[in-house]
């Protein structure tokens, strides 16, 4: 992993307790050692079924929830020994987007507000500066007129505005690394590509880095440089969108790739290989590989033993899995 | 926000019943303002707490004014006359008859066409002398010319005849009857009867007695004895009807505090419920927010406040401690603050905390208080605003059932204080209905008008209900 990264997680852990009545009686063990990095300007797609970990690996990348072990680094500081108020500093430089665009926008403020509250919370610029920078970052996300849309309510925006909206508050700090957590998932797929095409242009314009967390392989290929398939709270595969998508190394890439719909009627009755089973439950996770009840690769007495570390399969691709364990040399 | 508002009310606009609620509320705020305007807070708790002697020239349990339109027959109103402040049908002669003596002669003479004898007659009298006492003789004289000796007495000092309790005279007047028409009454004759009845056969009979309309005279004869003597007195004939709102056992003007219990109740009302709805809501804010010790914390003391009996505890505070009506508004607060609200808040809060946009909130760096009271807070003001106003009825009722359980203040005129004398006066059993009518219907109709408006504010900001 090179030096340049922005943001880094080393072993990182989170836990959730499961409570009953007034003990802990397990823990759901969301996010269970990533090691992750995203370099500056570049976009890393998070790749992973529902209740995965995702969303908490991106919300603990802004900080949002605390780890119970490992370490993130955001510009080479420590997240995780970070005070609260030291902590919201180093928020100023992130930015978040969320899958909803209906629930992440508080109802009862105008549009202009909404995309003001950073700047006012961060104390950034007078009252004539603010209103500047909030005209200019509804104009950044095509909302024009701004002073028009401005005014509005969240309530009276289509879903791709409302984003739009999201997307200013989220831009407005001027973030070096912005978390997307399924943007465009809600959206209409006609517009989900407009979207994703501010992204570029906003990354392109302002140097930003993405983490953009998906269920949707469509998207991730247009819009991510790199790629990372996360499974039952482990990163099992990462490497260059392209060339994990169109030559999948681990056994559950290769699942989810062939798990997308094919278009080509000439295959409307070929049986698509799906992985039996399902995700397994994150308080009591299987031993070993957390993939091996469902891998056609199952290897008795070695995946449901032993935790199968990342193998350097590839030009920067890496790959959790034994099968390359002969192939390739230990990272 | 203030544009939501500014919706809402358009479109309280178009509500026929919430107009009518928002009518009355706004006559009732109209009386409040005049009131507090009119008569100052101290005078009316003065005037409540006055006892007899400010109120002597006031009847008894009269009833309203208005009485005598519904009962189609003139009412007698109070007369006074005072003979030390001349005026037209006073008059008041001293006339020396040698070298001290003189003869003091007080004429008064007013014109009666009611339709029913006064409640009560009585004279308050000075006196002023050296050694000896003047002697008096009061005479009624009716309109047909009969001659009444009322009393003939030396005053040794300041006093009152009260005249209708006279003993003696009823007993005289019962043999006068007795001379002239050969009969007893068969009714127990109090002399305001017999000075004012039409002097034949009918008086003999309570159902049959008849007022006697014309001009009526009582003449003072009296000799002063002293060079420096002289003898006022005042004669106040009692009415059956006082003011706008009657009187009570005590002669008080009940208008006073029917008028000073409006801007009571409605004070009293709006505090409670605003204050304690905003109390829960914070407290339930703080709590959903806080999560962890904080919220066991305070769910728990929420659940020992709901456990505790509302009305008896405060029936032991008010009976332990003497507290008046501002006190108890506190307590009522204290003891509601940790009320049902909180749960009914937090389970919300708990709602709202989660939502995408706190999360955002806290993503670019807000702090708790900021996301409180600026992203949390404004969302469950649409159903806190329906919610206080339909609580501020309750409250209206919560003073007024405190003060006819006879744990309300008892220094401060309100309705439910009217209500409780009129209790304890027997006021429905001796068929003084205004009595307890009037500040019951003032309870009504502030419930209805917030009850109506509250309605439609629900209707507004909830509108799923509208279509029930």
Not at chain 1, 21 to 31: L, W
Not at chain 2, 44 to 57: D, M, N
Request: with cysteine.
């Amino acid at each position: 992993m090179t030096t340049e990264s922005l943001v880094r997680t080393e072993e990182l852990r989170i836990y959730f307790p499961v409570r009953k009545f007034f003990g802990t009686v397990g823990e759901v063990k969301a996010v269970d050692g990533v090691n992750l990095s995203i370099g500056r300007k570049e976009t890393v797609a998070l790749v992973g079924e529902s209740g995965c970990g995702k969303t908490t690996l991106g919300r603990a990348l802004l900080g949002l929830v605390k780890p119970k072990s490992g370490k993130i680094f955001f510009d080479g500081t420590d997240l995780t020994i970070l005070s609260e108020r030291e902590l919201k500093l180093m928020r100023r430089r992130m930015g978040v987007v969320f899958q909803d665009p209906y629930a992440s926008l508080n109802p009862s403020f105008t549009v202009y507000r909404i995309v003001e509250e950073p700047l006012v919370v961060n104390k950034i610029g007078s009252k004539e500066e603010r209103r500047e920078m909030v005209l200019k970052a509804l104009e950044e996300v095509k909302l024009n007129p701004a002073e028009f849309f401005a005014s509005k309510y969240p309530h009276m925006l289509s879903g791709g505005q409302r984003q739009r909206v999201a997307i200013a508050r989220a831009i407005i700090t001027k973030p070096e690394f912005v978390v997307t957590d399924e943007p465009v998932s809600m959206l209409d797929a006609s517009i989900r590509v407009e979207i994703l095409l501010l992204f570029r242009e906003i990354q392109k314009k302002h140097g930003v880095s993405f983490l953009y967390i998906t269920h949707d392989l469509a998207t991730a290929k247009y819009f991510s440089d790199r790629i990372a398939i996360m499974y039952a709270g482990r990163i099992v595969e990462t490497g260059p969108t392209k060339a994990v998508l169109s030559e999948p190394l681990h056994p559950y890439t290769q699942a989810l790739i062939d798990a997308i719909p094919d278009p080509d009627p000439s295959n409307r009755f070929v049986m698509r290989k799906i992985p039996p089973g399902q995700p397994p439950s994150l308080v009591n996770p299987p031993k070993g590989c957390r993939f091996h009840p469902r891998c056609p690769f199952f290897m008795q007495g070695k995946c449901d033993v032993l935790e199968p570390p990342m193998y350097r399969v590839g030009v920067e691709r890496f790959s959790a899995c034994f099968l390359h364990e002969e192939k390739v040399t230990i990272k | 926000m203030s544009s939501i508002i500014a919706e809402g009310l358009k479109s309280v606009a178009s509500y026929k019943s919430a107009l009518i609620g928002a009518a009355i509320i706004l006559m009732l705020v109209g009386i409040s303002i005049y009131t507090v305007a009119a008569i100052p807070y101290d005078e009316a708790v003065r005037l409540w707490r006055a006892g007899e002697q400010t109120w002597i020239e006031a009847p008894r349990n009269a009833y309203p004014t208005w009485y005598s339109y519904i009962l189609q027959k003139r009412l007698p109103e109070t007369i006074i006359k005072d003979s030390s402040k001349p005026e037209l049908g006073v008059n008041k002669v001293i006339v020396p008859a040698g070298e001290t003596i003189k003869v003091l002669r007080i004429e008064m003479s007013f014109a009666f066409d009611y339709d029913d004898i006064p409640s009560e007659i009585n004279i308050f009298y000075t006196v002023r002398y050296n050694k000896s006492a003047p002697q008096i003789t009061m005479t009624w004289i009716k309109p047909d010319g009969t001659e009444i000796e009322l009393r003939k007495f030396n005053p040794g000092s300041d006093g009152a005849y009260y005249l209708s309790v006279d003993a003696s005279l009823a007993s005289r007047e019962v043999e006068r009857l007795v001379n002239k028409f050969g009969q007893r009454p068969s009714y127990e004759l109090t002399p305001t009867v017999s000075l004012f009845a039409v002097e034949d056969r009918s008086i003999l009979e309570r159902d049959t007695v008849t007022v006697m309309k014309g001009v009526y005279r009582l003449s003072v004869e009296g000799l002063l004895l002293d060079p420096q003597s002289d003898f006022d007195l005042k004669l106040v004939v009692y009415g059956k009807v006082y003011g706008w709102a009657g009187t009570d056992h005590l002669r008080r003007d009940i208008g006073i505090a029917l008028l000073w219990g409006t801007p009571i109740a409605l004070t009293f009302g709006l505090i409670a419920s605003v204050s304690i709805a905003l109390i829960q809501m914070a407290i339930g804010a703080v709590s959903a927010w806080f999560g962890g010790v904080v919220d066991n914390f305070i769910q728990r003391v929420t659940e020992v406040f709901i456990v505790l009996p509302f009305l008896p505890t405060l029936i032991m505070v008010s009976t332990l401690y003497k507290i008046d009506i501002w006190t108890i508004l506190l307590v009522v607060i204290i003891l509601l603050s940790f009320g049902p609200g909180v749960k009914n808040y937090r389970a919300v809060f708990l709602q709202l905390k989660e939502s995408q946009y706190i999360e955002a909130a806290k993503a670019f760096g807000a702090g708790a208080p900021r996301i409180i009271l600026l992203h949390l807070v404004p969302r469950v003001i649409p159903t806190m605003i329906p919610a206080i106003v339909y609580s501020v009825a309750d409250f209206v009722f919560l003073e007024a059932a405190l003060a006819i359980l006879g744990i309300g203040d008892p220094r401060t005129p309100t309705w439910g204080k009217v209500i409780e004398d009129s209790f304890y006066g027997g006021a429905l059993f001796k068929g003084l209905y205004y009595w307890t009518l009037q500040p019951a219907f003032l309870l009504l109709i502030t419930s209805l008008s917030f009850a109506l408006v509250g309605l439609t504010l629900d209707k507004i900001f909830n509108p799923r209900l509208r279509e029930v």
